[in-house]
Each structure stands twice: as structure tokens, then as C-alpha cells.
């Protein structure tokens, strides 16, 4: 019986079309989900750090907390708003790619709103007069502060989508884990695990991790590449 | 070399009448009246502490008066054709180029005009060759020469500088104030603040003194190196220690 | 490139990967099942001839017993087929479900480890296995999860006047393959399906000590969700395919699926 690091290098070689569709999927939710959280998440978080207003750091403890929702919990609540009975129920989303996006979307904005709040107000600290000074008020500030930002908060990014791909337990509530529909790495390595097959879901995590480690190596490149051009 | 300026309708002159400025009920500057004419270069000293940098802050609208008035020439209480110059240079991260162009931006000229003014201003200052080069990796001394060249491009009428020279070594505080004299030279106001009496005697036309928040001297430069009136200005050019 | 540009680009690669998702334009119904059918590798074999008979879909979303229930119950699946009689008639009676059909069963098997310290094999019933696994206070894994695995394991205790409790009776409080692989790591004995047990790798040191009584005998029904209660239900797609699996072909596929040649489920549809 093959080892779990031959099964995996096999299955990859194979091409086997099953385990492209799960691979394909899991991308296509985690990726989808990083996406909207930062196009929300950004400037949200940058919003955080610059504003003031009564309330302020209960909202940042908030969001610092929500970064350790369990992937679980937030299955749970997306389900009861998804399910028929529930009130967004006339979507018809539950079991659907759709739903697993929103409720990992749930999990990972809260770091991209930690972090970017963290970062922007860092820089806004240290830039507040000198952009003032130039004609950039808060408002203004935000695209600058975090261009400006962008190394620290791809950090961020790649921490979302980190716990994003990891998790199993979001995405097996509200997706159902129907093969060929929503069976992703993580709930097919669960289901492989419950079926007592160890070695292949051995085999499928670490599939799992060199795909994270080639997302991974590809931004570090980027960043690098950016750094030459821009400083 | 600029156009002249239209100066009916200059800023100038900044007036501050009976300006205070307190934190936490602790009066930091205190009763402060003076005039910022145009054209002029006005060199603002004292001790470490005495107010300067809040002063100068005050001047340029970081910070707002508790008490008293601070007017413009139409009155109005904050006026754009400003920029100033902090002693430590805050670049953005990006490039050379780059950061000349942002100010511009945020003045929304159009991008011919941006791109013109850029390549004018790195000409003029000897920035072409760096143009390109991440801002963060220049030496102290060329990325203040950068601060103070963003600043020209954005054709202020007055340029406020704190200390703008006191981190570098001797060779590049001597290209700042060539600089800070170029500037002059076209008609910008300086308001600069220095702890270096030499600099103060190569630049000041006017001199501002400011003790524990209070303005106890402001004369000509030629009257005030001849001879200042209040004693602890006096102390001040002696190089006493003056709390 | 400005900023201005690079948000829309995000923005844009955004909307259209979600666009790149599947429109469910083609026939499909939700079935909830358990998590031990779907591992036992049935919907595999008879699905796609299901499919290609009809050209509907079949999405099974499996989970635990209990949990199958309620999802029917709230209307997000279409058809429900699990194993736990009086559960399912209760579903009916509540209006829940229009009609319970039988349509296979398979067995429960007692597994433990090769050695059989509480000497299963000499059992005579069910009930006597149950009393030596407690008698020898021999270690038992259980479900503890409300499935239809775990309400058959209650009543065989029941059935046998015991109370499992203390230290060598486990609830795992998790499906069949996690706590056979329980089972598999203690030593432990453990109640499990013939299906889910046949296709289980990681065996360890457990064979089948006891097999055979009547009342391990383990029924599946379906019902259609009541519409009624729920109109948006593929009422329709969902009697078609109850109507296929009780019908002689369904039935002759759920027999001809085998493990190891072994066939798991036998057909009972009336």
C-alpha cells in the first residue's frame, strides 16, 4: 500500500477529473471568498482607523474577537439564514457554492478588518500631518494609506485565506458535501477520514498544504517583484 | 522662475491675534501676536520645548487657537498655497516620481500637466536620475531634498519648514538651505524653525523668539544678531541654557 | 496602474468567478440522507442509473439521522431516506412528510477486537452479546449522536436490561467512521452497519464478533417533504424518484450494489 506522499504525488499525476473538481472548488470558494472580503474588509477597516466616534474600540474589540469565530458557529448562522425555514430561505442558496462564499466570507473579513485597522492606523500616525499638510484629509487618506500599506495587509489577506481554506466546518453546514457540487479538500478529506480511508486523506491534506504553499510562494514572488519596482 | 504673483489676491499676510493654545487646560502658547508679511524669510527659534514646532503647526492650520485669532489676508482662518516640511521627511512608499506626483493629484491637474510639472521639478532639483528609485531607500539627505521639492511643485506662497535640516550632516544642510534660499529668491514666504544659530544668521531676514510658549522677540535679523532685548533671548544667543 | 484601476479589475474578477459558478438550470432534487449510506458507496452505483433514466439529478446532502430529519422538516431538501422507523412515522405524523415507503434494509454488525475478551462469538442473541460487553466491563464505543445506529444500540441495552454507563462505555458523540476508527483505536466493541463496516479501512484489530439476530436488522424509508408545508418542494422530481427505487429497478439496483462481493442492502419495498 502506498505511502500517503505517493498517493498524493499519484492522484496529482493521474489528473483524476473527481479530485480536479473538488481542488477546482475549493479554489473557486476560498479565492471568491478572500476577494469579497477584502473589497469590503479594506476599507472598512481603514474607515475604522481613521474615524472617530462614541463606541469606537467596543467595534475594534468586536472585530479583534470575531477573528476567532469558530468556522463552526458561522456555518451554523449562515445555515439558519439560508435554510428554507429561515428568513433568507426564498434564495434558494443553501447547498450551494454560493453559501459556502458567504459563510467563509464571514470568516475571514474580521481579519482583513483587524489587520487593515491595525496597519492604516500605524501609518496614519505617522503620516497624518504630512498628508494633511498636502491636502489629503481622512477621507482622501484611505486609497493612500493603504497602497501604502500593501505589504503588511497582503499578510493579512494571505492569513484569511489561510483559515479560509483550512476550515471544514463552515463550509460542511452549509454545502452539504454533495459530491460532484460541494465537496471540497477539506470535507472530502472528513469524509474519507469517517470512511477509515487514512491514507488517502492523508494524501488529500497534503495536496491541500502544497496547494496553500504554491498560493503562498506566489505572493511572496509578487511582493518581492513589487518591492524591486515601487520600494 | 514662477510668475509673479497677483498680489491682490495673496494669502498673505498671516496675522495671529492674542493666539493661545492649550491641551488639558495646560497653556502650551500663550498670547502670541504677530504678522507674517510676504516675501519674507522669518526664522522661529528657541529652546527645546519652548513651542516652535506648535507654533509653526498653529501658522500652517495642523492645529487650531483655544484663544485668539488667527486670519489670513481675506480673513479667512485657513488658506490653501501652503505646504511645510517636517524635520524628518515623511515619503510615501513609492517611488521618487511617485511621490512628487501625489500632491498634484490631490490637486486634481490634469495628467498632462502633472507629468510636466513632475519632470520640471525633478529636473530642477537634480532628482532625475532617482526617479524611478523606492523614496524609503534614498539617504536622509536626498530624501529631504525630495520633501522639499514636492513642496515647490505644489506652488505654495508660503512654505513652513521645523527643522528641516537638523537630522542630516553639514554637506546636505548646506544643499537645504541653498534650496530654502531658491525658494525665497521667487517670492515664497519661509517660516522655518532652527536650533542652529549659524543657520539662523545665513537665513533669517526676520527672527521670531519664543520662550515657554510666549513670542519675547520679534525683530529684524540685523537688529536681533546686534543686540536682543529680552534677556533670555539674550541667554539664547549665548548658547546659555534657557529653560 | 491607479488604484482606481486595480479595484475594478478585483471588483470585476470578483463578479465573475461567482458568475463562473454552475447555474442550477438542469433537473435536480435534495436528498438528505446519513452520512453511513453515503459512505457505504450506494448513491454512487444507483444514482447514475437513476440519472440516466430520468435525466433528474440527485444531490444527497448526508449528515446524522437526527439531522436529516430536520432538514426536511425545514424544507431544504426534497426527499428524506434514512433508517429509524419510529423517527421517520413520527416526521408523517407530524405533516411533514406525505408518505414512508420501505425500501431496503441492511444489518447492524457487532465488531470488536480480534481477541474478544468478553467472548461474543459464543453469544446466543443480540441481547446476550449486550450483557457480556457489559459484564466483562469490556470497552464500547458508542455513536452517543441520536442516529439511527445509536437509537438500534439503545434499544439493544434496552432489550437486554442494561444501563450502559461508566468508564468502558465511550460516546464518541460522532458518526460511524470516527468512532469505528475509536473502536479501532482503544480496543473497543462498537455497533455498526454491515455497509459502512465493509467499506472501513482502518480495521485495526476489529472483525465481526456477532452477527445475525433478527433485531439487528436495520430498515430504510423514504418519504417525499410535504408540500404542502413546504410549496417550493420538488414534489414532482421527488415522487419520481421514490417512485423509481421502489420499483422493481430501483430495487434491482440497490441489489446488485456489492462490497467486496458482498451485497450490503437487500430490497423490502412492498
Request: net charge neutral.
Amino acid at each position: 500500500m502506498d505511502g500517503p506522499f505517493a498517493t498524493a504525488l499519484s492522484l496529482i499525476a493521474s489528473g483524476d477529473p473527481g479530485l480536479m473538481q473538488i481542488i477546482g472548488l475549493s479554489l473557486r470558494v476560498t479565492l471568491t471568498a478572500v476577494l469579497i472580503a477584502c473589497a469590503v474588509g479594506l476599507p472598512l477597516g481603514a474607515a475604522l482607523a481613521l474615524a472617530r466616534f462614541p463606541g469606537r474600540g467596543a467595534v475594534i474589540v468586536l472585530f479583534n474577537a470575531l477573528m476567532g469565530l469558530p468556522p463552526v458557529v458561522a456555518g451554523l448562522v449562515v445555515y439558519l439564514l439560508l435554510s428554507r425555514s429561515g428568513p433568507l430561505g426564498s434564495l434558494a442558496l443553501l447547498f450551494t457554492p454560493t453559501a459556502m462564499i458567504i459563510a467563509q466570507t464571514l470568516l475571514i473579513l474580521p481579519i482583513v478588518v483587524s489587520l487593515t485597522r491595525s496597519v492604516v492606523e500605524d501609518l496614519w500616525a505617522e503620516y497624518r500631518e504630512q498628508l494633511r499638510s498636502l491636502g489629503a484629509g481622512r477621507l482622501r487618506a484611505v486609497p493612500t494609506l493603504l497602497w501604502d500599506g500593501r505589504v503588511s495587509l497582503l499578510t493579512g489577506v494571505l492569513a484569511g485565506f489561510g483559515r479560509a481554506s483550512a476550515e471544514v466546518g463552515a463550509v460542511l453546514i452549509v454545502g452539504g458535501n454533495i459530491a460532484g457540487h460541494t465537496r471540497t479538500m477539506t470535507t472530502a478529506i472528513t469524509l474519507e477520514t469517517s470512511r477509515g480511508n487514512l491514507g488517502l486523506a492523508v494524501a488529500l491534506g497534503i495536496i491541500l498544504m502544497m496547494l496553500t504553499l504554491t498560493l503562498n510562494a506566489a505572493a511572496w514572488g509578487a511582493g518581492q517583484w513589487a518591492r524591486g519596482r515601487l520600494g | 522662475m514662477r510668475a509673479a504673483r497677483d498680489v491682490s489676491r495673496s494669502v498673505l499676510p498671516l496675522s495671529l491675534e492674542g493666539v493661545g493654545y492649550a491641551v488639558g487646560g495646560k497653556p502650551l502658547l500663550s498670547d502670541i501676536t504677530l504678522r507674517i508679511e510676504a516675501g519674507r524669510r522669518l526664522i522661529v527659534m528657541g529652546a527645546n520645548g519652548a513651542g516652535k514646532s506648535l507654533f509653526l503647526r498653529l501658522c500652517h492650520g495642523l492645529i487650531d487657537p483655544t484663544t485668539g485669532r488667527r486670519f489670513w489676508a481675506g480673513g479667512e482662518d485657513r488658506a490653501e498655497a501652503q505646504a511645510m516640511v517636517f524635520q524628518r521627511p515623511v515619503l510615501l512608499r513609492r517611488s521618487v516620481a511617485a511621490n512628487l506626483n501625489y500632491p498634484l493629484v490631490l490637486k486634481a491637474l490634469p495628467r498632462a500637466q502633472r507629468r510636466e510639472t513632475v519632470a520640471r521639478t525633478l529636473e530642477r532639483f537634480g532628482l532625475t536620475p532617482l526617479a524611478d528609485r523606492p523614496a524609503r531607500l534614498l539617504s536622509g539627505g536626498e530624501q529631504q531634498r525630495l520633501a522639499l521639492a514636492r513642496a515647490w511643485a505644489m506652488r505654495p506662497e508660503v512654505l513652513f519648514l521645523d527643522e528641516p535640516s537638523s537630522a542630516l550632516d553639514p554637506s546636505a544642510t548646506r544643499i537645504i538651505e541653498e534650496m530654502v534660499e531658491q525658494f525665497s529668491a521667487e517670492g515664497i514666504t519661509i517660516v522655518m524653525t532652527t536650533h542652529n544659530l549659524g543657520q539662523a544668521r545665513r537665513l533669517a531676514e526676520e527672527v521670531a523668539v519664543l520662550h515657554r510658549g510666549r513670542l519675547i522677540e520679534h525683530r529684524s535679523a540685523a537688529e536681533f544678531f546686534a543686540g536682543p532685548c529680552a534677556p533670555e533671548a539674550r541667554a539664547f544667543l549665548a548658547g546659555d541654557l534657557v529653560w | 496602474m491607479t488604484h482606481a484601476r486595480r479595484l475594478l479589475m478585483s471588483a470585476t474578477t470578483g463578479v465573475a468567478l461567482l458568475a463562473a459558478l454552475p447555474a442550477s438550470a438542469q433537473d435536480f432534487i435534495t436528498v438528505a440522507s446519513t452520512t453511513s449510506t453515503e459512505n457505504s458507496g450506494l448513491f454512487g452505483h444507483i444514482l447514475p442509473i437513476f440519472l440516466a433514466e430520468t435525466g433528474i439529478e440527485v444531490r444527497v446532502v448526508s449528515q446524522g439521522t437526527g439531522q436529516a430529519l430536520e432538514t426536511g422538516r425545514r424544507g431544504d431538501a426534497d426527499v428524506v431516506f434514512v433508517h429509524a422507523r419510529a423517527q421517520e412515522e413520527q416526521f408523517v405524523a407530524d405533516g411533514y412528510g406525505v408518505q414512508r415507503f420501505d425500501v431496503m434494509y441492511n444489518d447492524f454488525v457487532i465488531v470488536g477486537p480480534g481477541n474478544d475478551p468478553a467472548d461474543l462469538r459464543a453469544a446466543g442473541s443480540a441481547a446476550e452479546a449486550m450483557a457480556a460487553i457489559a459484564g466483562a466491563g469490556a470497552s464500547f464505543a458508542s455513536r452517543g449522536d441520536d442516529s439511527g445506529t445509536h437509537v438500534a444500540e439503545k434499544a439493544l441495552w434496552a432489550a437486554a436490561g442494561i444501563e450502559p454507563a461508566g468508564g468502558w462505555y465511550l460516546s464518541t458523540g460522532s458518526g460511524m467512521g470516527a468512532t469505528l476508527n475509536t473502536a479501532a483505536q482503544v480496543p473497543a466493541y462498537a455497533l455498526t452497519d454491515r455497509g459502512t463496516w465493509l467499506s472501513f479501512a482502518n480495521r485495526g484489530p476489529l472483525e465481526i464478533v456477532f452477527e445475525g439476530d433478527p433485531v439487528l436488522f436495520n430498515p430504510y424509508g423514504i418519504i417525499l417533504v410535504n408540500p404542502e408545508r413546504h410549496p417550493h418542494v420538488k414534489a414532482e422530481q421527488g415522487r419520481t424518484f421514490i417512485d423509481w427505487i421502489i420499483s422493481d429497478e430501483g430495487q434491482a439496483a440497490i441489489a446488485s450494489f456489492a462490497v467486496g462481493g458482498e451485497q450490503l442492502f437487500f430490497p423490502s419495498a412492498e
